[in-house]
Protein backbone atom coordinates (compact mmCIF):
# COMPACT_ATOMS: atom_id res chain seq x y z
CA UNK A 1 0.00 0.00 0.00
CA UNK A 2 1.23 3.93 -0.70
CA UNK A 3 0.71 6.49 1.62
CA UNK A 4 1.13 10.01 -0.13
CA UNK A 5 2.37 12.81 2.30
CA UNK A 6 0.12 15.72 0.84
CA UNK A 7 2.76 18.47 1.39
CA UNK A 8 5.52 20.01 -0.87
CA UNK A 9 7.21 21.61 2.14
CA UNK A 10 10.22 18.92 2.34
CA UNK A 11 10.85 19.98 6.14
CA UNK A 12 7.26 18.38 6.99
CA UNK A 13 8.27 15.47 4.27
CA UNK A 14 11.63 14.70 6.22
CA UNK A 15 10.29 15.27 9.50
CA UNK A 16 6.98 13.29 8.96
CA UNK A 17 8.70 10.30 7.05
CA UNK A 18 11.34 10.11 10.01
CA UNK A 19 8.00 9.50 12.43
CA UNK A 20 6.68 7.13 10.33
CA UNK A 21 9.67 5.21 9.81
CA UNK A 22 10.40 4.74 13.69
CA UNK A 23 7.21 2.46 14.04
CA UNK A 24 8.18 0.16 11.14
CA UNK A 25 5.57 -2.20 13.03
CA UNK A 26 2.81 -0.33 11.89
CA UNK A 27 4.22 0.68 8.67
CA UNK A 28 5.91 -2.56 7.23
CA UNK A 29 3.58 -2.68 4.48
CA UNK A 30 3.26 0.76 3.47
CA UNK A 31 5.23 3.18 0.75
CA UNK A 32 5.39 6.40 2.27
CA UNK A 33 6.03 9.25 -0.81
CA UNK A 34 5.53 13.06 -1.12
CA UNK A 35 3.71 14.66 -3.76
CA UNK A 36 7.08 15.64 -5.20
CA UNK A 37 6.09 12.14 -6.54
CA UNK A 38 3.36 13.43 -8.43
CA UNK A 39 4.38 17.11 -9.77
CA UNK A 40 0.94 17.61 -11.47
CA UNK A 41 -1.04 17.29 -7.97
CA UNK A 42 -3.42 19.90 -7.42
CA UNK A 43 -2.30 22.72 -5.59
CA UNK A 44 -5.01 22.77 -3.03
CA UNK A 45 -6.10 26.17 -1.07
CA UNK A 46 -5.73 26.04 2.55
CA UNK A 47 -8.84 28.50 3.19
CA UNK A 48 -10.47 26.81 6.10
CA UNK A 49 -11.50 28.31 9.45
CA UNK A 50 -9.96 25.02 11.70
CA UNK A 51 -6.65 23.31 10.98
CA UNK A 52 -8.70 19.82 10.61
CA UNK A 53 -10.39 21.16 8.12
CA UNK A 54 -7.44 22.43 5.65
CA UNK A 55 -5.70 18.94 6.58
CA UNK A 56 -9.09 17.31 5.98
CA UNK A 57 -9.35 19.63 2.78
CA UNK A 58 -6.01 18.44 1.62
CA UNK A 59 -5.77 14.93 2.62
CA UNK A 60 -9.27 14.59 0.55
CA UNK A 61 -7.93 16.28 -2.76
CA UNK A 62 -4.64 13.98 -2.55
CA UNK A 63 -6.42 10.57 -1.60
CA UNK A 64 -9.04 11.59 -5.15
CA UNK A 65 -5.97 12.86 -7.24
CA UNK A 66 -3.33 9.59 -6.68
CA UNK A 67 -6.20 7.15 -6.10
CA UNK A 68 -3.87 6.03 -2.55
CA UNK A 69 -3.99 6.64 1.03
CA UNK A 70 -3.11 10.12 1.62
CA UNK A 71 -2.34 11.74 5.04
CA UNK A 72 -2.08 15.69 5.55
CA UNK A 73 -1.74 17.90 8.18
CA UNK A 74 -1.96 21.57 9.05
CA UNK A 75 -0.64 23.24 11.90
CA UNK A 76 0.38 26.81 13.85
CA UNK A 77 1.59 28.56 16.04
CA UNK A 78 -0.71 30.40 18.64
CA UNK A 79 0.66 33.38 21.25
CA UNK A 80 -0.91 34.34 23.98
CA UNK A 81 -0.27 37.20 23.97
CA UNK A 82 -1.37 37.92 20.24
CA UNK A 83 -4.49 36.43 21.13
CA UNK A 84 -3.32 33.33 19.32
CA UNK A 85 -1.84 34.82 16.01
CA UNK A 86 -0.38 33.70 14.02
CA UNK A 87 -2.56 30.73 14.54
CA UNK A 88 -4.07 29.15 11.14
CA UNK A 89 -2.22 31.43 9.29
CA UNK A 90 1.17 30.98 10.52
CA UNK A 91 3.06 30.19 7.18
CA UNK A 92 1.34 33.74 5.66
CA UNK A 93 1.55 35.85 8.18
CA UNK A 94 4.23 37.78 6.85
CA UNK A 95 3.19 37.55 3.60
CA UNK A 96 2.58 34.79 0.96
CA UNK A 97 6.72 34.77 0.09
CA UNK A 98 8.34 35.26 3.75
CA UNK A 99 10.88 33.10 4.66
CA UNK A 100 11.34 31.69 8.16
CA UNK A 101 13.49 34.53 9.43
CA UNK A 102 11.40 36.73 7.81
CA UNK A 103 8.42 35.14 10.03
CA UNK A 104 10.79 35.01 13.01
CA UNK A 105 11.43 38.24 13.09
CA UNK A 106 8.24 39.37 12.46
CA UNK A 107 6.65 37.07 15.65
CA UNK A 108 9.65 38.80 17.86
CA UNK A 109 8.70 42.07 16.97
CA UNK A 110 5.35 41.68 17.88
CA UNK A 111 6.04 40.52 21.18
CA UNK A 112 8.73 43.02 22.20
CA UNK A 113 8.38 44.50 25.63
CA UNK A 114 5.62 41.25 26.59
CA UNK A 115 6.54 39.27 29.43
CA UNK A 116 3.72 36.92 28.83
CA UNK A 117 5.65 34.19 25.80
CA UNK A 118 2.92 31.34 26.73
CA UNK A 119 2.63 29.58 23.08
CA UNK A 120 1.48 26.37 21.76
CA UNK A 121 2.19 24.61 18.23
CA UNK A 122 -0.92 23.00 17.38
CA UNK A 123 -1.07 20.37 14.54
CA UNK A 124 -4.22 18.96 12.82
CA UNK A 125 -3.42 15.67 10.85
CA UNK A 126 -5.99 13.78 8.81
CA UNK A 127 -6.13 10.39 7.04
CA UNK A 128 -8.02 9.46 3.58
CA UNK A 129 -8.45 6.26 2.06
CA UNK A 130 -10.11 6.95 -1.29
CA UNK A 131 -13.73 7.60 -1.67
CA UNK A 132 -14.02 7.68 2.15
CA UNK A 133 -14.61 10.31 5.18
CA UNK A 134 -11.03 12.23 6.53
CA UNK A 135 -10.64 10.72 9.90
CA UNK A 136 -8.35 13.32 11.89
CA UNK A 137 -6.39 13.75 15.18
CA UNK A 138 -5.00 17.12 16.63
CA UNK A 139 -1.82 17.24 18.62
CA UNK A 140 -0.49 20.17 21.04
CA UNK A 141 2.42 20.93 22.18
CA UNK A 142 3.09 23.84 24.80
CA UNK A 143 5.60 25.84 25.95
CA UNK A 144 6.91 29.73 25.07
CA UNK A 145 9.00 31.89 22.71
CA UNK A 146 12.53 33.17 23.19
CA UNK A 147 13.62 36.55 22.76
CA UNK A 148 16.08 35.20 20.27
CA UNK A 149 16.38 32.25 17.59
CA UNK A 150 18.38 29.63 18.59
CA UNK A 151 19.89 26.42 17.22
CA UNK A 152 20.44 25.28 13.43
CA UNK A 153 17.99 22.24 13.24
CA UNK A 154 13.47 21.76 12.04
CA UNK A 155 11.97 24.42 10.25
CA UNK A 156 9.32 27.47 10.53
CA UNK A 157 9.31 29.13 14.23
CA UNK A 158 11.75 25.88 15.69
CA UNK A 159 14.24 28.59 16.92
CA UNK A 160 11.84 30.28 18.84
CA UNK A 161 9.72 27.84 20.68
CA UNK A 162 11.00 25.93 23.60
CA UNK A 163 8.69 23.35 24.68
CA UNK A 164 7.73 22.85 28.51
CA UNK A 165 10.12 20.83 30.20
CA UNK A 166 13.13 21.64 28.34
CA UNK A 167 15.47 24.63 27.97
CA UNK A 168 16.60 24.38 24.61
CA UNK A 169 14.17 25.38 21.35
CA UNK A 170 13.40 23.03 18.99
CA UNK A 171 15.77 24.01 16.72
CA UNK A 172 18.50 22.99 19.54
CA UNK A 173 17.43 20.16 20.88
CA UNK A 174 17.28 18.43 17.45
CA UNK A 175 14.92 16.17 15.44
CA UNK A 176 15.22 13.09 17.48
CA UNK A 177 14.08 14.91 20.42
CA UNK A 178 11.48 17.19 18.39
CA UNK A 179 10.18 14.01 16.88
CA UNK A 180 8.86 12.40 20.33
CA UNK A 181 7.48 15.53 21.59
CA UNK A 182 6.26 17.96 19.13
CA UNK A 183 2.63 18.85 18.43
CA UNK A 184 2.98 16.63 14.95
CA UNK A 185 4.81 13.73 17.09
CA UNK A 186 1.52 13.71 19.07
CA UNK A 187 -0.95 13.92 16.29
CA UNK A 188 0.73 11.14 14.02
CA UNK A 189 1.00 8.78 17.29
CA UNK A 190 -3.05 8.93 17.34
CA UNK A 191 -2.90 8.69 13.59
CA UNK A 192 -1.37 5.61 13.19
CA UNK A 193 -3.96 3.92 14.27
CA UNK A 194 -5.99 5.58 10.91
CA UNK A 195 -3.54 4.17 8.59
Known amino acids: ?9 QGKVKELTKMLRSDAG ?5 EVVSLKAYPDA ?7 ETYMENAAKKASA ?4 TGCLALADDAGLEVD ?6 GINSKRWAGEDATDA ?12 STDRRARFIAAIAVVHPNSVPKGVLGVCEGYITHAPKGETGFG ?3 VFVPDGYEQTFAELGEDIKNQISHRAKALQQALALL
Open 102 to 113: IRIAKLLQALEG
Open 42 to 48: PEVVEDG
Open 1 to 9: MKLVLATHN
Open 26 to 30: TLQQI
Open 62 to 65: IAEY
Open 81 to 86: ALNGAP
Open 157 to 159: YDP
